[in-house]
């Protein structure tokens, strides 16, 4: 089915207005606009932010992501808060996502009125709450079971773990702007925090997102359902039984897996079934490409040296409990793609198909907190500052400030939003607020950039952004993809984001033979004049405001299934962990300049700059897709 221009740009309304059941917001834009926002953030009632210290409520982490002031650890005996942040530019969506697997472990131990209050786990909790930290996590993460006091099948714990989920509902709802103003969204939500597939360890976590208010009365977690399909399964019978009840779930840190969150066969050792994956493909539209605990786009280093670019917040570690240095086959997304691509020719459904976003995974409750110039820390991994602020840098230079998830949408609702992560017209940033738009067609011209149908265009004749291509109608119409770029027009502190440098196209493609080929095409750079100085930390020169490109695919094969995704580049900066090292006046020639806590700054590992970013979600294209996708106008 082949939609005129009339029928693309009505489609999202009459399909806003159906699942709203209600008249669209007053800022309605056919076109689609794009929404910043933070899907990953924790408060008090995760466990690894509250024994760092972390007070933060829903209610507060909502309000600071509209643009309040939060206070943060470390606390001063009258209750006030050590430090405060505030963001320059409030978010348009956010969502609370605190770990589901000891929610009533740690309201059980926090409630002095509860039976358990005193149990001797408890006493840990709250007097040695770094070393309870690790005993929690290893029992819920490691042993999918839960802290002894809960009792038989863990009921005084799953009771308890209820009001915290309501808690979270009730400051969603509240912060959730239900009238035509649609000024802030938020999410129902929360994490699945899996630590284990079989016999191999690594991070297997989820951020769990439900369209609406209707949610199922517990968050299930890894210690109810101790894998994804599992997982899966218990919310398709939960929702079965509240209409109106829709999920999707997002896979984070694939970099810190080990290689073991997207397997290639399932626990028992046998192939994985075209049921398996469909299912997988339903849930997880989405996949966090960026966040506080690294990059997980692709790799670069020994085993891989091919795309030098890759090494842009790589840890230098495969997963929590394996210190070793990560390979490519350790969950970087630029190659889970790939294999989705085979495991669709294998049988028919492709389970890694994700379209891409960022977000911060703060434990400090600071949602869309990404300035590398007033970074803090973010807790759950790092340094906490639970007694006092950390001496020099706030965190291991390792980690980020993060990133922000990107939705380009109608209005500013949860059904709008929602269906922009379903069909996957998302893209991540790297934490500045980059405009980006790509579509995928047949036959695009060049003369599209500059163009002012060029977004009814690509609407009218292609699919954007996480969209799939069938076979052309016409034979030998080649592949065009155009992307387009925007400069974060105001950036951190009321200035100007840096310009854009380079917009490129990273390609997959399986052949007919069944083997993989990745390459990176640059389209189109800056020829301005911009430098950066890491000792000053200045940056000198005028750059490009925008950047766009039509590219045709030369190497195009109609038989080959293949995905695309740009990645637009920024003009170098300094990081957060070299602006702190340059105003401290540390000078690695210098040993007497490096005070304690400053070390990090003169290690061999520290990366002094950064260039922030942004990745679009994957265009696919397929020889079996269905017809309505073929994007030929």
Not at 243 to 255: Q, T, V
């Amino acid at each position: 089915m082949v939609w005129g221009r009339l029928g693309v740009l009505l489609l999202p309304l009459l399909l806003t207005v159906t699942a709203r059941g209600e008249e669209p917001c007053d800022q309605h834009d056919v076109l689609r606009r794009p929404f910043f926002g933070d899907l990953h953030i924790h408060t008090r009632h995760s466990l690894d932010a509250g024994t760092q210290g972390t007070m933060t409520t829903p209610d507060q982490a909502y309000a600071f992501a509209k643009g309040a002031a939060l206070g943060v650890q470390p606390w001063l005996e009258d209750g006030q808060a050590a430090r405060s942040i505030q963001l320059d530019r409030p978010l348009d969506f956010a969502m609370v996502s605190d770990h589901a697997e000891l929610f009533g472990e740690t309201s059980v131990c926090t409630d002095q009125a509860h039976p358990k209050f005193s149990a001797w786990q408890c006493h840990m909790y709250r007097r040695s709450p770094r070393l309870a930290y690790y005993w929690f996590n290893y029992w819920s993460a490691m042993e999918a079971e839960r802290v002894g006091f809960c009792g038989e099948k863990g009921e005084v714990c799953l009771q308890a773990a209820i009001g915290t989920w309501k808690t979270m509902q009730d400051a969603a709802q509240a912060h959730d702007d239900p009238t035509s103003a649609c000024s802030f969204t938020t999410f129902i939500g929360y994490e699945w925090t899996g630590g284990f597939v079989g016999d191999a360890s690594g991070n297997i976590h989820r951020n769990v997102v439900f369209r609406s208010a209707k949610v199922p009365p517990r968050a299930i977690s890894f210690i109810d359902q101790p894998s994804a399909e599992k997982l899966y399964a218990a919310l398709d019978a939960a929702c079965r039984v509240e209409e109106g009840c829709e999920a999707i779930a997002i896979p984070h840190n694939s970099n810190l897996s080990a290689g073991i969150m997207f397997p290639l066969q399932q626990v028992d050792g046998s192939a994985r079934t075209s049921d398996i994956n469909a299912v997988q493909a339903r849930y997880e539209r989405l996949a966090e490409i960026m966040q506080h605990k690294g990059a997980s786009e692709c790799y670069y280093g020994p085993l891989d040296l091919t795309d030098e670019i890759c090494f842009f917040e790589q840890l230098p570690e495969r997963s929590f409990t394996d210190s070793t240095p990560p390979g490519p086959g350790d969950g970087f997304l630029r190659r889970v793609l790939a294999e989705g691509l085979q495991q669709q020719a294998k049988t028919g459904a492709n389970p890694f198909a994700f379209g891409f976003i960022g977000s911060t995974d703060t434990h400090l409750g600071a949602a869309g907190a990404v300035d590398e110039a007033a970074f803090l820390g973010h807790g759950g991994a790092g340094l906490p500052a639970g007694k006092k602020i950390p001496e020099g840098l706030p965190d291991l230079p390792q980690y980020n400030p993060g990133g922000l998830a990107v939705l380009w949408a109608e209005e500013n609702s949860r059904d709008s939003l929602f269906e922009a992560m379903r069909r996957r017209e998302a893209y991540a940033t790297s934490g500045p607020r980059l405009i980006v738009r790509a579509f995928g067609g047949w036959n695009f011209e060049p003369s599209m950039c500059g163009s002012e149908d060029l977004v009814e265009n690509g609407y009218a004749h292609g699919v954007p952004m996480g969209g799939e291509l069938a076979s052309p109608a016409t034979e030998g119409a080649a592949l065009t993809i155009v992307v387009e770029a925007l400069r974060d027009s105001i950036g951190p502190h009321g200035s100007h984001g840096m310009p854009i440098e380079r917009i490129q196209i990273i390609k997959g493609a399986l052949s007919s033979e069944g083997e993989l080929d990745t390459s990176v095409i640059d389209l189109v750079q800056d020829d301005g004049d911009v430098s950066l100085n890491p000792a000053t930390c200045e940056t000198q020169g005028q750059g490009a405001t925008s950047l766009c490109a039509v590219w045709r695919d030369p190497d195009f094969d109609p038989a080959e299934r293949a995905f695309y995704y740009a990645r637009v580049l920024e003009h170098p900066v300094c990081r957060w962990s070299q602006r702190m090292c340059v105003a401290a006046d540390v000078d690695c020639g210098r040993p007497e300049t490096i005070s304690a806590g400053f070390e990090g700054c003169c290690d061999a590992a520290h990366r002094p700059t950064i260039q922030e970013r942004a990745w679009t979600s994957p265009i696919w294209y397929s020889p079996d897709a269905k017809g309505e996708d073929r994007g030929d106008g």
